[in-house]
């Protein structure tokens, strides 16, 4: 049985950050292909990141420079740390994962297990 959990979202003023956690169980984080999407309230959910097995990293080009992904294997967790943040940057985030190899890292369908997310806000 997989389970994801997020955590660390909350509100921050424009130009700040904060780390998103991602605490998987029955699911190893050094394995598989993991990611973090989020859910805006009108533009709908947005591939926001993911960090493969071999620790290749993928953004969106709408956080480059400004998010980093990354895991710590012993925690069994993967993270987000944000900065810069911006209004557009409020949604629900996610994390996500898969075994093995993903063909598309910013298609929903190709992770099975999902976390139920952790709101940012920024204002």
């Known amino acids: 049985h997989v389970q994801l959990v997020e955590s660390g979202g909350g509100s921050v003023q424009a130009g700040g950050s904060v780390r998103l956690a991602c605490v998987a169980s029955?699911?190893?984080?050094?394995?598989?292909?993991m990611g973090w999407f989020r859910q805006h309230p009108v533009k709908g959910r947005e591939a926001v990141a993911s960090l493969d097995g071999d620790l290749t990293t993928r953004y969106a080009d709408s956080v480059k420079g400004r998010f980093t992904v990354s895991k710590d294997n012993a925690k069994n967790t993967l993270y987000l740390q944000t900065g810069s943040l911006k209004p557009e940057d409020t949604a629900l985030h996610y994390c996500?994962?898969?075994?093995?190899?993903?063909?598309?890292?910013?298609?929903?369908?190709?992770?099975?297990?999902w976390g139920q997310g952790t709101q940012v806000t920024v204002s």
């Open positions: 996500a994962a898969e075994y093995g190899a993903h063909g598309t890292w910013n298609d929903p369908v190709e992770y099975t297990y």
């Open positions: 029955g699911y190893l984080v050094s394995s598989g292909c």
